[in-house]
């Protein structure tokens, strides 16, 4: 049991979002714990994109430098026909991000950088093997009850417990989330393994038809890794977790008729599993009492824009920068301030992200890419 007379913030969840938070606020001077349901992290076999909107963060956490070295450095974002291969769209990224955008984009392996987030977490303050129960807000503080038995004190609760997270249910009672209809396969193919082909494997390219895509891409710059992540519509699945085995031949048979460099790419599949991709409706408060929301539990999405994880590691840096103004004694007008400042961009990444026509004609992403989080104004004008 976690006993402070000072001031303090609990963080329930460590994934990409609550990792951010933690170390956003633990920098600007908050007291902060964060209790995390799993014995450890493993290196989940997948990818991300980290865009220049995200970088900007992680340049204040100074994790920007080691994010470049470690990850790849697309120049482009290509969308492409899935059968005959012409090109949708070129979207510039590379040099062009960095003048345009203010960062790098970059995709890199999801383990490897949420293994760095989690460094940056102060020593000691990050407790795992701590599933949140129950939760108690009497008014002047928060008593949190972990499945071990034990229990901790904050004056505020930050609910960064993913699409599941126990915190929202507490805030609006239990909603299993939406199955959106698609699941997303995940394999990482190893680079030796394409040298065979005489193909060319882009370093960000998404291969579309009308129901289904692949995307795919290098999860370091030594292109010694190529991820793919797919959507594919499928029937809902019954079993408790977050993914099921599928296996090369359900590639195949889920891709027949796409381009050779997809069929190269199945080929070389040792590993793929399966995800079932759901998401929420948009919730219609982002905050009650001492207890606050971000990321996806309170704004999941389908994946399909990249920006998940970019949405919650604003949320943090934006609930960081409120919490800031106002004080934690003012946490009330500081989660006011938060949600009039996040959920209309939240909002709107969710709809593109969720229709998934995300750069597949030649648009400008700027809205996207090039928002700085800490550029903005702290939007104050519907908040009394
Ligand atoms: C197939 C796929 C591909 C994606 N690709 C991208 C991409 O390229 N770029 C991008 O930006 N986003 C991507 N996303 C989205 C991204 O993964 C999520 O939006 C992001 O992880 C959300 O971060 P979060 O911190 O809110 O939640 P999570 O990262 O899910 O973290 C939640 C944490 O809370 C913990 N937890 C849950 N319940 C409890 C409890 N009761 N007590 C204690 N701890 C608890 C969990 O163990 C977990 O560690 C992708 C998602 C999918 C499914």
């Not at 029937?235 to 599928?246: C, I, K, Q």
């Amino acid at each position: 049991m976690v006993t402070n007379s000072s001031p303090r913030i609990a963080v329930v969840g460590a994934g990409l979002g609550g990792a951010a938070a933690a170390a956003l606020l633990q920098q600007a001077g908050f007291k902060v714990d964060v209790y995390e349901q799993a014995s450890e992290f493993s290196r989940l076999g997948a990818g991300i994109h980290i865009g220049p909107n995200v970088m900007k963060i992680f340049r204040r956490l100074g994790l920007e430098q080691p994010l470049e070295a470690m990850g790849s450095h697309p120049s482009h974002w290509f969308s492409r026909d899935g059968a005959s291969g012409e090109y949708l769209s070129r979207i510039p990224l590379g040099e062009f991000a960095r003048k345009e955008y203010g960062a790098a984009y970059i995709t890199v392996h999801r383990g490897d950088m949420h293994a760095m987030q989690i460094e940056a977490i102060a020593p000691g303050t990050l407790h795992f093997d701590k599933r949140l129960e129950s939760i108690d807000d009497s008014g002047d503080d928060v008593n949190l009850v972990f499945a071990d038995g034990s229990s901790a004190r904050a004056d505020i609760v930050i609910g960064a417990d993913g699409i599941n997270s126990r915190i929202r249910e507490e805030l609006l009672g239990p909603e299993r989330p939406i199955y959106s209809g698609w699941v997303a396969h995940r394999a990482l193919i190893t680079g030796d393994k394409l040298r065979k082909y005489n193909l060319d494997f882009e370093d960000c390219v998404k291969w579309w038809s009308e129901d289904r895509h692949m995307m795919v891409y290098y999860t370091s710059g030594k292109r010694d890794e190529y991820y793919y992540v797919t959507g594919v519509p499928h029937e809902e699945l019954d079993f408790e977790g977050a993914f099921v085995d599928s296996s090369r031949e359900e590639m195949f048979a889920a891709f027949e008729g796409y381009h050779d460099t997809v069929q190269a790419l199945i080929e070389s599949t040792d590993t793929v599993t399966k995800w079932p991709l759901k998401n929420r409706n948009p919730l219609p408060l982002w905050s009650r009492g001492r207890l606050v929301l971000l990321g996806d539990a309170c704004h999941p999405m389908k994946p399909h824009m990249a920006q998940g994880a970019g949405m919650a590691i604003e949320d943090a840096a934006m609930l960081t920068r409120c919490l800031q103004e106002t004080g934690l004694q003012d946490y009330q007008t500081a989660f006011e301030l938060y949600e009039a400042s996040r959920k209309e961009r939240a909002s709107r990444v969710q709809q593109v992200s969720n229709a998934n026509t995300w750069l597949y004609t030649q648009e400008d992403p700027a809205w996207v890419y090039g928002y700085d989080v800490y550029a903005q104004e702290i939007e104050t004008e519907s908040v009394a």
